[in-house]
């Protein structure tokens, strides 16, 4: 029975096995009491509060972040190696183009290195000292870009130096490791923070995204120049986990700004351009001439569509050479609003990270979410479900949109297309919350909360922090919080959020099964969050029927009977403790 547990486990979304060099364990199990305190310091010492952190110290905004990030991203290179090398004499065979900053290595269909010139001229010089390759039978397309082969000028004559590099990660731990790790925790809050520090996205992670955004910007700049690619969502707000995707924004409107402001005496310049009839036919045909782009020049480009009839129109691709899956857009602006947004409420206190993660992973754990469009719930939809309950408590662990507003100066002003984007963008403005509440219990509360939300009348809405009336039949309603005309979660259907009650409903009840301290010796026996991970148990079309009438604690009770009379088939119930072997 353990065995078809693991099973199970093993095809849970996290599976995505590391094939590079082991993260050190033992670090975490040597001494997993302080992860909290260790994923602070991390954020410290990388003086970034991407991660987000309750520390006094100066917190940097979402644009200087992402200006920082860019400028970095311009100076940087990317390089397939061969699969041995020196690093010494890589580095120094690169320096002759000027002094490098940093780089690392990591493995994609391959080895690469990622390398941070300290200035953008020594990119210039590399490309001017860089050949294209004749094909053979293939003719090449002589496009220079920042995508590098290296070649070893004698590579049947290999010296003692060369051997194989240390990589990044870039991938997230296996399920079994995971499981692992949540077991050898002090506490569930251990387990909370244990797991946003095995899946977020790394320092070097991140740096590749913008590196990737910065490469395609390169392509889409052949068309129109001084046009930005910015990636927004998950790789930059905070909330990102290692395989998340890469949404990135073609964003031209500043192109022209500066040299309009310039212009002076009688006459006006305006550039002759082509018209159509919509913005929406402009971003079509904008689109579908970078995805063409994309395909035929683009290096590591591959299986690019063109998904032009969608509501937000999108080119989507793989790009071989980083491993990510990207998303390019363009006019929409206020998704980037919407991810400003979620690295402020996620900067602001170091619990909302930690149980945003958990609750998404226990989504994918349970195929509530799942990487393919449907009828399932959103991880954006869970961020503001997360982010919502957080400002339900008392006192409010975050405040409202609205709050953030009335704290925004003259300079936060932001209307989009008619729709006011405006709060604070300064964290340093926003006071911390006096509320003390464990991981632990806002975990348990989080399920008891949304196990018995009114989702048959009510919405969701981060702007106001409290339930409002739905103002349409979707079965789940929760407002876009700058579009306050959309429902963000629209596509969910019935199924889908009843199966998200009834397992929400288990959760609660297996979190009150357990003992409050950390259970007995035995580590293989999966306990707290690890426990929530499992394979469901609950076969519920019935059982919500049966709980749906009674008052929240009845509903417990009753979930409890139902349970335990069940004979849960893939797991094995012992005191409220599912068993799981750990071994392969
Ligand atoms: N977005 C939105 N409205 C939606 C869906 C998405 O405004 N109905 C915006 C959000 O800003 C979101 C971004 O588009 O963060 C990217 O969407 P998506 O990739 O679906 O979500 P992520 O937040 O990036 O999460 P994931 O890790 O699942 O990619
Ligand atoms: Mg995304």
Redesign the pocket.
């Known amino acids: 029975m353990a065995a078809r547990a693991v099973g199970l486990l093993a095809s849970l979304p996290l599976c995505a096995q590391r094939s590079q060099v082991l993260r050190p364990i033992h670090r975490l199990l040597s001494c997993p009491r302080t992860v909290a305190a260790e994923i602070k310091r991390e954020e410290q010492s990388s003086g970034s509060v991407e991660t987000g952190s309750e520390g006094r110290t100066p917190k940097k905004t979402f644009s200087e972040v992402q200006k920082e990030r860019r400028e970095q991203a311009q100076r940087t290179v990317l390089i397939h190696c061969p699969n041995k090398i020196s690093v010494k004499k890589f580095l120094k065979y690169l320096s002759q183009h000027g002094p490098i900053n940093n780089h690392f290595f990591y493995e994609s269909f391959g080895l690469y290195a990622v390398v941070e010139f300290c200035q953008k001229e020594s990119v210039t010089s590399l490309q001017n000292g860089t050949r294209t390759p004749s094909m053979g039978t293939e003719a090449a397309i002589p496009f220079r870009s920042r995508v590098f082969n290296l070649k070893t000028k004698n590579p049947s004559n290999p010296t003692s130096e060369q051997s194989r590099v240390q990589c990044s990660i870039h991938a997230p731990p296996s399920s079994k490791k995971l499981l692992e790790l949540l077991c050898y925790a002090e506490s569930i809050d251990d387990q909370l923070n244990t797991l946003l520090k095995e899946l977020q996205l790394t320092e070097e992670n991140t740096k590749l995204r913008y590196l990737t955004c910065s490469l395609i910007e390169d392509i889409a700049a052949a068309y129109f120049l001084d046009c930005t690619v910015r990636p ?4 930059v ?1 905070s ?3 290692l395989g ?2 890469l ?1 990135m924004f073609l964003d031209l409107d500043e192109i022209g700004k500066f040299s309009a402001n310039k212009t002076s005496g009688n006459f006006l310049m305006e550039f002759q351009v082509k018209n159509v009839p919509s913005e929406r036919m402009a971003t079509q045909k904008i689109l579908s001439v970078i995805g063409e782009c994309l395909d035929h020049f683009g290096p590591g480009c591959v299986g690019v569509q063109k998904i032009l009839n969608a509501r ?1 129109p999108l080119v989507r691709f793989s790009h071989q050479a980083s491993g990510f899956q990207c ?1 390019l857009t363009t006019n ?1 602006r ?6 400003e947004l ?1 690295y402020i409420y996620g900067a602001l206190d170091s619990r909302v990270r930690a149980l945003v993660f958990s609750i ?1 992973c226990w989504a994918r754990a349970h195929s509530l ?1 799942s ?1 393919i469009p449907g009828s399932w719930i ?4 869970l ?1 503001m479900m997360v982010i919502f309950f957080l400002q339900r408590r008392s006192p409010p662990i975050l405040p409202t949109l609205d709050s953030l507003k009335t704290l925004a100066d003259a300079e936060d002003k932001c209307v989009i297309e008619g729709h006011n984007c405006t709060f604070v963008r300064d964290l340093n403005k926003i006071k911390p919350s006096g509320n003390t509440e464990t991981l632990e219990l806002l975990l348990k509360e989080f399920f008891e909360y949304f196990g018995n939300f009114a989702f048959n009348k009510n919405s969701i809405n981060i702007r106001q922090g409290r339930e409002q009336n739905k103002p349409e039949s979707s079965p789940l309603h929760i407002q ?1 919080p ?2 306050t005309s ?6 969910v259907s019935q199924s889908q959020l009843q199966k998200f009650v009834e397992l929400a409903r288990e959760s609660a009840w297996i979190l009150n099964q357990e003992d409050k301290d950390r259970p007995s010796s035995s580590r293989s026996q999966p306990w707290g969050l690890a426990a929530l991970l499992l394979p469901s148990v609950v076969n519920s079309a019935s059982l919500a029927k049966r709980v749906r009438k009674k008052p929240a604690s009845e509903r417990i009770k009753s979930l409890l009977e139902s349970i335990k009379s069940s004979g849960p088939e893939n797991a094995t119930s012992t005191n409220g403790k599912r068993t799981v072997s750990t071994q392969a």
């Open positions: 927004f969502g998950s790789s707000n909330f990102g986990k998340c995707d949404d937000c998303d929409n206020i998704a980037l609003k919407s991810s979620l998404r979410t990487s959103t991880n954006f939809s961020t876009n700058f579009e959309l429902n963000i979660s629209k596509n």
